[in-house]
């Protein structure tokens, strides 16, 4: 491998590359096959205001063997071990050579899950890349390897297992593991999303293996730039982040949370088809109040309470100002599982000069709509004819009423305070009324009416819609039976993970599955693909209607024509 500048013969561009061997000018030109690399791939050391290094960042990569034996220099290592030594000379100039010994090539393409193939290498490959001997001599298609990598997963009963062999799989073949995880979607979603994922995180200490994402920590202030400048990719177009202080409906994990935004950026490749290196998982360590977490060997975050007031907002404030530095405006910022009392404060603070969007009180809402406005098909009506009723009143649920209610206020034409009149949130302490009005947090305010009591509530609804929404499944404010058994077999349910099908009076209901997996990996993609800089209600509103929109002629098709592809290359 050659890093240099192309040069003039003769009137035209030539890829002729000059290399400094102690001080000496060497061409390496003459007789060399190259092809061009993006340089996006490559991860510097040492001080970003070197010259020597942002002059190496306008050059050609180009490819070659056994070049630059004896060359000196400060050095820089990529992920698959090739090293780039830059001129001790002369830093500002775009000269540096890349030594790449043969006997690692090989070894260390094969430990690169972007490109490894496993046995898929062709012959061709294998001798190209120096893989002749480490591998089976046999040669299998990728439809073969997801078989046979199906067949493994199906094999393990628990789903935590089957959890940590997907995840070893995105570790050693990202390509596979996407197509295995396309392919069955709806097998494996429940495996490395909801409900899985929250054992996951439960046991995140004891189940850790090597890292994935970022950890951003107390520690780290002040050079929290410095630590996003550690992540060897440059093209970041989504982040997912958390402080883990409310992972599902499972409390503060801590550290331990980072298997959510892993977990939501698998689909985000997946059911959005972002390409996985411009996706970015982080997990924001401010400690935990988990007792359990703090007296855990094992755990793998900080031990010591949380931080909180203008130590928090500090950290917060320096990490989104990083972020934007690093990545630019466009990059957008999904968080995830913060507890209440922060994720209305961050939201609000953020989404004014930051492209940001918050899943849990967003996304739930666009989705519960989507979900409303089908089950009106059944049930008849508009919004604005039914009245709705909200067994929590955290971030999903003002989160869902606030978008119902500006829903109602466009169909019906009046203000958003009166379309709120038909909406009623049930906190931990009862229903919300306006005789609580002066203990209630600010988001709930605007939810408190005069309470008229109903006897039977079953008896005022004639056809109840019923989204039980908590995830894990241990977490669901109901079972489906439960809702089927209640309702006699009149509701509508759905659920944020999934139930299997009840049998109730002779007759099969399938529940549904009102999950955010619907609505925030296409959203994400429309925001990034549209270049947005910010995030407004009305794009998480029609992110909602969506589902009114007239369907393509072969809708598998024209996904597939927008979506990152993970089928196999050829890696030449």
């Not at 929404?469 to 039976?481: D, F, I, M």
Request: proline share 5%; with cysteine; hydrophobic share 40%.
């Amino acid at each position: 491998m050659v890093v240099g500048s192309t040069r003039e013969h003769g009137g035209r561009r030539c890829p002729c590359h000059w290399l400094s061997y102690h001080g000496g000018p060497f061409n390496v030109s003459a007789g060399r096959r190259w092809r061009l690399l993006p340089f996006r791939t490559w991860t510097e050391l040492g001080d970003e205001a070197d010259g020597g290094v942002a002059a190496v960042r306008e050059a050609a990569v180009v490819e070659a063997d056994g070049l630059a034996k004896g060359a000196t220099g400060r050095l820089a290592r990529r992920s698959d071990g090739l090293v780039v030594v830059f001129s001790p000379d002369n830093r500002s100039a775009p000269v540096a050579a890349v030594l790449n010994s043969r006997r690692t090539r090989g070894h260390s393409l094969l430990r690169d899950p972007r490109h490894n193939k496993g046995l898929s290498f062709t012959e061709k490959e294998r001798d190209a890349h120096y893989l002749r001997g480490l591998l089976p001599p046999v040669v299998l298609s990728q439809d073969l390897q997801e078989k046979r990598m199906l067949q493994n997963v199906r094999q393990f009963q628990v789903p935590l297992q089957r959890y940590m062999a997907l995840m070893d799989l995105q570790e050693r073949n990202e390509r596979l593991f996407y197509k295995l995880l396309i392919d069955n979607v709806e097998e494996l979603l429940p495996v490395v999303y909801t409900p899985t994922v929250g054992e996951a995180c439960q046991k995140y200490g004891s189940i850790f293996r090597r890292p994935q994402g970022l950890y951003v920590s107390l520690k780290d202030k002040g050079r929290i730039l410095e630590v996003l400048r550690n992540w060897p990719e440059k093209s970041i177009q989504v982040i997912v982040v958390t402080d883990g202080e409310r992972i599902l409906g499972l409390g503060d994990l801590g550290c331990q949370g980072m298997g959510i935004p892993v977990g939501k950026l698998a689909l985000y490749t997946a059911l959005g088809g972002v390409r996985p290196s411009a996706c970015l998982p982080i997990t924001i360590d401010v400690g935990t109040n988990n007792e359990d977490l703090l007296k855990d060997e094992f755990y793998i975050g900080l031990k010591q309470r949380r931080a909180t007031g203008q130590e928090y907002s500090e950290l917060l404030d320096e990490f989104m100002a990083a972020v934007r530095q690093n990545y630019g405006q466009k990059v957008l910022v999904q968080f995830e599982d913060f507890a209440n009392h922060n994720a209305f404060t961050l939201l609000e603070k953020y989404r004014t000069n930051h492209l940001v969007f918050n899943d849990d009180i967003q996304g739930t809402a666009a989705v519960v709509l989507a979900g409303l406005i089908a089950a009106l098909k059944s049930v008849g009506g508009t919004l604005a004819d039914h009245t709705f009723l909200f067994f929590g009143a955290g971030e999903a649920g003002t989160g869902i009423a606030e978008l119902v209610a500006l829903e109602i206020s466009r169909q019906a034409k009046v203000s958003v305070e009166e379309a709120r009149k038909k909406i009623w949130l049930v906190d931990s302490k009862g229903l919300i009324v306006t005789s609580r009005k002066e203990t209630l947090q600010p988001f709930k305010k605007r939810y408190a009416h005069e309470h008229e009591p109903v006897k039977d509530l079953l008896g005022a609804i004639k056809r109840p819609i019923i989204l039980a929404l908590s995830n894990p499944t241990s977490q669901s404010e109901c079972t489906a039976e439960q809702a089927y058994t209640w309702s006699q077999g009149r509701a509508i349910f759905g659920s944020g993970s999934p139930f299997d099908p009840v049998k109730y009076n002779d007759k099969l209901f399938v529940p549904a599955q009102a999950n955010n997996a619907y609505i925030f990996p296409g959203f994400g993609l429309g925001v990034v693909i549209s270049g947005a800089v910010r995030v407004s209600d009305d794009m998480v509103l029609a992110a909602g209607m969506a589902s009114q929109l007239p369907r393509p002629k072969d809708l598998v098709k024209y996904a597939e024509s927008c979506m990152y592809s993970p089928v196999y290359r050829s890696y030449r």
